[in-house]
């Protein structure tokens, strides 16, 4: 009665394979596509903390009090040159920023004194003329310019002003800096 030919043919393993869906094809694909994703996002999270991105570009003052100042200036960095290893900066005379009405016109004459690496540049401030803005090259230290733009840089600069008093002699007027 039993005849084994009239028997279904059953895999070696002892189960029978059902055949396989479209779904269940798209599912591996589907979670390595998602296993990538957060592996990108953890990486991304990663790289912003250790080159500490999170941290939005603000203003930061130097030199003394702005109560105590007679020269403000303010500066910015307008541009990065990685294969000159150099970064350009606008450096500009502002008016007093307690004064409820700045002029934008120097009250005395005095001169500015910019400290780029050896390099010393003279600006000359008038009175009664507009307070002058200049820029210039400064040279960078430190980092690669294989691993541009994600190394670090340090720039050097020093800002003095001074102004001549009635024997001729120079006196040092203080500073104060703003830069973004």
Known sequence: MDDPSSTPAVEES????PPATPSSLLVRPAVWLAVLAIGCAVTYAFLLAHFDLWRQPNETDFGVPSKDARVWLYLQPLQVD???DSLR???SVVPDPLLADPE???DRDYLLRIRRGKQ???VAVRANQPLPEVVFDIDLDGGDIRDYPLDQYLATIALS???QVQ???ERSLPVHVTTW
Not at 14 to 17: A, L
Request: proline share 5%.
């Open 167 to 169: 024997d001729g002699k």
């Open 14 to 17: 002892g189960k029978d394979n």
């Open 161 to 163: 002003a001074s102004e």
């Open 89 to 91: 900066t606008r450096i």
């Open 104 to 106: 934008t016109i120097a």
């Open 120 to 122: 010393v540049e003279h």
């Open 82 to 84: 990685p294969v000159n």
